[in-house]
């Protein structure tokens, strides 16, 4: 790939914990310019993602430019997988332990299928040097003029086989004409109940219920204890739970927070916190990375009402979409956001004709391994018959 004089990178992949100083810079700026806006691909992210979770040099940052410009920028883990009856070393996009919210590569417009088929070239000679061929990129964005699509075009002129390994459509609030607005999905009495709970809990704790976005030291400390004191407290996944996790967790914050983009949210009464939110912002959209709430006020939903300030405020900032950045099926956040954005999982082939076989029969394989699955299953529950249903195990949603 040729490199301008004046570009800090030479090659087309670098190891993350390797990085200067102007290459992390250079990373920063092609994520300003990004067409699509992805915070979690940002260095202010990935760099404590790498220093808390990450071991030796398996998570590489791959590049393209154009014209001495960083046009695309994609840090992938790579990990040794098994596709059908081959093991093969698989680039992911979202392996890292870190609730990443949305797996698209930083593109730079103001043509995407340019950048596409820059970053397909950095990832067809990392592959050629040793890296993996097969590359998974998953939550991508699959909008119509978003980064998925733009990749799709870009594989198919080029006859580079991909497939959908999943795809669905998550919970957002878009500006319209109205603003931005959670009227369409809740019915007047929804609305009315909400008032009504709003005025209960100031009852009881004997003040206003006050709506701040701090960004403070004491705010993160603050969201990091009330969050472990629900739900995500109890199973083991809240960050004061995970050491490694808590230490990201703070990082992430400091550093979004000096570049003026973090945003958390506070639903208080005289200085008691009863529902927090940690939301990251990057151009003119808003990720809503986590949120918390006082376990002992579960019965007046107090996530529900910071929800309903949170989207009132951020229509007075210049935010075009809320993106939730729920889980798959999270049923509270498809009540509560009434817009969609298509997601996608794909995996990929940019390696040899071994990688683009696996990559081809991947359809094949998966049915297959559904199959066995359900055989598996079924096996279970004959061995099972005089025992009770388990219950269902609930997912790690990041819903309140």
Known sequence: MPVASDDPFRVSSIAIGKLTDTQIEAWANCATKAAVANPFFEPGCQIPAHLSFATENDEQLIVAEHDGQLVACLPLLILTSRLGPLHRQVAYSRALETPIGLGSPLLVGPSLPNAANRLLDSLHDWSKRGGPGIVMLDWLDDDEGGVGRALRDACAA??????????????????????????????????????????????????????????????VDEFIRLEASGWKGQDGGAYAKRPDAEKWFRALCHNFAALGRLHLLSLEVDGRS????????????????????????????????????????????????VDSCA??????????????????????????????????????????????????????????????????????????
């Open 158 to 219: 080029r006859h580079i086989p991909l497939r959908e390994r999943r795809a669905w459509e998550r919970p957002t609030v878009r500006r319209s004409v109205r603003g931005l607005s959670l009227a369409e999905n809740h019915s007047s009495k929804y609305r009315s109940e909400i008032r009504r709970r709003r005025r209960r809990l100031e009852e009881i704790l004997g003040g206003p219920l006050q709506f701040l976005d701090r960004s403070d030291t004491g705010a």
């Open 274 to 321: 009863i529902a927090m939110q940690c939301c990251l912002r990057s151009g003119t959209t808003i990720f809503v990375l986590r949120v918390g709430h006082d376990a002992q006020l579960n019965a007046f939903g107090p996530g529900a009402l910071l929800q309903s300030s949170a989207i009132e405020y951020f229509d007075t900032l210049d935010i075009d979409l």
């Open 327 to 400: 889980d798959p099926g999270n049923a509270y956040w498809l009540r509560l956001y009434p817009d969609r954005r298509r997601m996608a999982n794909v995996v990929l082939a940019t390696g040899s004709h071994v990688d683009r076989l696996a990559v081809k029969s991947f359809p094949i394989v998966a049915q297959g391994q559904k199959i066995l699955w359900r055989l598996r299953k079924a096996e279970t529950r004959d061995s099972e018959s005089g025992e009770k249903d388990l219950p269902v195990q609930r997912d790690d949603v990041r819903g309140p």
